[in-house]
């Protein structure tokens, strides 16, 4: 059953091109590794230092993998001076995906 770690991260300001960085090596190496589906970061648009990182991953087996390779422990110790508060992460179980259907073009005399 796959799994869905989401990770809010909170860089110290005026450290941001450090944290990006680590954060842009981090979703390169966990993206090669086998059972990761997805992994992507973002930024908040409100607070350029509050990153959102989201994981998808095959299965738990694939998650406690990730979290003993070197890459993951290189990424926490880089974390080291860059962030304001410790971070939250929460899993999430995923027992179904359901993606919508495509939509048709809009016609432009609907959007009155």
Known sequence: MPILVVADIFGIAGRRPELV???AGAERDAAGEDGCLRYSTAAGID???HFVVVGEWRDQA???AHYTTP???TFQMALDGL???P???TMY???ATRRPLPSE???PRDAD
Do not use: Q
């Open 62 to 64: 694939a998650v406690d």
């Open 21 to 23: 960085a680590v954060l």
């Open 93 to 95: 179980d995923v027992r």
């Open 87 to 89: 971070s939250e992460m």
């Open 71 to 73: 890459g993951f422990t």
């Open 83 to 85: 962030l304001a508060r």
């Open 105 to 107: 073009p809009m016609d």
């Open 47 to 49: 607070d350029p230092d």
